[in-house]
């Protein structure tokens, strides 16, 4: 912005109005004056930076008395005897030659480069090294100045900085290999709590699914299938309480004493009443109530008729899908069944249905239907929802009920946060070839 | 996969000439050839490269593995001829490329028939009866140079200056983009040229070759020059009156001028 002649300059030092003008300000052009005794050539002599000038193929030519300082050299030993990476260390030398040098060549100027030089007595000192090329009037490179600033304090905190970067990339790749460590041993822990294989069962397809929330953590969800006798089977579906290892602890009670129970008595309210007991008795007390829903059940296959009667039970856990040939599907209700393990005697409620070639009964867990749902993730899937995406596949065998299931639960990304367990036994029709798939 | 861009491939000069390729060595980019291609630009066709991990090369295609060994930038060299089709080819290699250069025909005869070797060293660490001009400890002593430099690198700037292949003009205007190199890839390349040694593959040079020389190098002193010249057979070595590695750059018109009688002679 510019002045008009309005208004006398404030820092005119002849405007003999100016107020300021005082005895204060004569001593300040006192010892402005005195600055300026001090000449360029000693202000370059003993200025607090290394200077030199070079020719093009890097000798000497000047120097000033700075860094001789630094260097504990002699004027005479150096000027038209040195070159500048003379007082390099030879790492220092490499590094000139295949970046300084180039890129100075380049770019004609180059700054701020971490070089190291070369005391006499083999000391080294950190510096910072700027350079430029001189040129004289037809653009021809005459010589290179350069300037050499002290980076002792500087270097030392770069490699303070240096040092806590690499102990901060040793102290990642440690927690990094620790939790894979620990995500191995969850897996390893989490695939023993679900059975290894499932049996094969003489005209029956068994299929199943397990969805982990979180590779970090053990799920809460079971089930299982084992034989009974020389003709019947068990089957059970459940979900613990909480997540973890105390979760992990109880699913493996749980599966435990549910395979020991039926062996005793198979039943399905009597099994589920032994394991009310159990748990009651290890965990009422403890301080740290657990409990868990379950559906237990039985299958009866009759070859006389290719039918399937299942007898079940359920406690507290959400109604199993019976999903017929022609494509309807309904809940098998089991209305009243108390959670297992809260209540010294707890009450379950059973149920009974056959299954003929082309049905499937579908257990799931509540994670399939407590999915998140819609653009924000506020409604859940619910019962309803999942009936009518099950009815869609009915006379499908069990393994392309789980299969389109699967999907169903990759679909939901990031709603889906809780474990999930999917099991589906079914009688596949006469025009599908059977396989049992988990 | 698109060699051409992700060893930032440029051909240019005279489309009707024989191909001449310029390697670059540790340290910068095919920048360094700006001054010696308006010399050839002419009469040859001038096929300029950037190595995986220098450059405006594609820094995902760096592998600690493959280029932990003069083999694997040799590889570049022969994959870069192979998406041009180049047969018969003039490699002119700087430092440590003269070497890539040598296995690179090796592997790849039909494609590279001669060489121009500018400052090469087979082996720049002393060892008995033969100096290099350099002892491990100074080796350790540039990785140590590197490392103080590393702030230098900046972690913002080079996705700007690397994942722009096609906007060249916005890494050009960024100072000392040339030689900034990610500091890993750089210690890669580093202790493979500075550690490698590959005097026992000069003999196997089957091409015409010139080894250029410069009179005052730090890097490649005159003897490892005439060791080169005399591992080669059938070699011309010609000195030039420059200071520095890099004589391309520090003198130009004599390193020009070699390089263009050196192909004028070829057959």
């Known amino acids: 912005m510019c002045r008009t002649g309005q208004q006398p300059d404030p820092h005119d030092p002849y405007d003999p109005h100016d107020p300021h003008d005082t005895g204060d300000d004569k ?19 003993n200025a607090p930076c290394g200077y030199l000038s070079t020719l093009m193929d ?19 030993a ?44 083999g000391d080294r000192i950190p510096v910072l090294v700027s350079s430029v090329v001189k040129r004289g009037g037809d653009g021809e490179p005459l010589l290179i100045r350069t300037t050499v600033f002290d980076a002792r304090d500087r270097r030392a905190y770069e490699e303070e900085l240096l040092r806590g970067r690499r102990a ?36 029956v397809e068994t299929a199943t699914h397990y969805h982990t929330a979180s590779p970090d953590r053990l799920g809460g969800d079971f089930y299982d299938v084992f034989p009974l006798d020389g003709r019947r089977f068990a089957f059970f579906l459940g979900d613990v309480c909480g997540k973890g290892p105390k979760a992990a602890a109880l699913t493996s009670l749980t599966r435990y004493t549910l395979r020991a129970a039926a062996l005793h008595d198979p039943d399905p309210v009597a099994a589920l009443t032994t394991l009310n007991k159990v748990l009651h008795e290890r965990y009422a007390g403890s301080g740290d109530p657990r409990y868990c829903t379950a559906v237990f059940g039985t299958l009866d296959p009759d070859p006389a008729t290719g039918q399937l009667t299942v007898h079940l039970a359920s406690g507290g856990h959400p109604p199993v899908i019976v999903l017929r040939a022609d494509g309807t599907a309904c809940f098998l209700p089991t209305p009243g069944g108390q959670l297992v393990g809260v209540l010294p005697s707890a009450r379950f409620t059973p149920a009974t249905t056959v299954l003929a070639p082309g049905d499937t009964l579908l257990l799931y867990t509540d994670g399939l239907t407590e999915a998140r749902t819609g ?38 990304g990031d709603g889906l946060d809780d474990d999930t367990a999917l099991l589906a036994l079914g009688i596949p029709a006469a025009d599908h070839p059977m396989r049992n798939t988990r | 996969m698109d060699i051409a861009r992700r060893n930032n491939v440029a051909v240019t000069g005279n489309p009707h000439g024989r191909t001449v390729v310029l390697a670059h060595g540790f340290g910068c980019d095919q920048n360094m050839w700006r001054l010696t291609v308006p010399a050839l630009a002419e009469d040859y066709r001038v096929v300029l490269f950037d190595y995986v991990g220098s450059g405006r090369s594609d820094l995902s295609a760096f592998s600690e593995n493959r280029y932990g060994s003069l083999h694997g930038y040799a590889r570049d060299v022969v994959e870069v001829c192979e998406a041009l089709d180049l047969r018969d080819a003039v490699f002119v290699g700087h430092s440590v490329s003269a070497m890539i250069g040598v296995l690179a025909a090796e592997a790849a005869p039909e494609r590279i028939g001669a060489l121009v070797m500018v400052a090469p060293s087979p082996r720049y660490i002393d060892d008995d009866g033969y100096r290099g001009g ?10 140590a140079s590197l490392e103080s430099n590393y702030l230098g690198w900046s972690a ?51 091409v015409p070759t010139l080894v250029l020389e410069c009179s005052e190098d730090a890097i490649a002193p005159r003897e490892v020059g005439a060791f080169v010249h005399r591992a080669v057979p059938g070699s011309t070595l010609v000195t030039l009156r420059a200071t520095g590695h890099c004589p391309h750059l520090s003198a130009p018109e004599a390193t020009n001028e070699a390089i263009r009688g050196f192909l004028a002679g070829l057959r």
């Open chain 1, 27 to 45: 001593a300040a052009d006192a010892a402005f004056a005195a600055l300026l005794e001090d000449s360029a050539e000693e202000l370059y002599e």
């Open chain 1, 58 to 76: 890097g000798t000497i030519a000047k120097i000033n008395a700075t860094l001789l300082g630094w260097l504990d050299m002699e004027r005479e």
């Open chain 1, 78 to 121: 150096v000027v038209g005897r040195m070159r500048f990476t003379d007082l390099l260390t030879v790492g220092g030398k490499l590094y000139h030659e295949t970046h300084f040098a180039p890129l100075l060549r380049m770019q004609g100027e180059i700054s701020g480069i971490a070089l190291e030089i070369k005391r006499t007595d």
């Open chain 1, 168 to 203: 901060a990339e040793a102290a990642r790749g440690q927690a990094e290999a620790d939790r894979a460590r620990l995500q191995d041993a969850l897996a390893v822990l989490q695939q023993s709590l679900l059975p290894d294989t499932l049996p094969s069962i003489p005209g």
């Open chain 1, 375 to 412: 653009p924000d993730r506020t409604s859940l899937y619910g019962d309803e929802a999942l009936l009518a995406f099950t009815a869609g596949h009915g006379g499908k065998p069990p393994h392309a009920l789980i299969k389109a299931l699967t999907g169903l639960l990759d679909s939901f």
């Open chain 2, 134 to 143: 350099f002892s491990a400890q100074d080796i350790d002593e540039l990785l």
């Open chain 2, 156 to 206: 913002v700037m080079a996705p700007v200056i690397m994942g722009n292949p096609d906007r060249p003009d916005l890494g050009e205007e960024l100072k000392n983009s040339f030689c900034a190199t990610d500091p890993d890839m750089a210690r890669v390349f580093a202790r493979t040229t500075f550690l490698s040694d590959s005097r026992a593959d000069l003999k196997s040079v089957r």
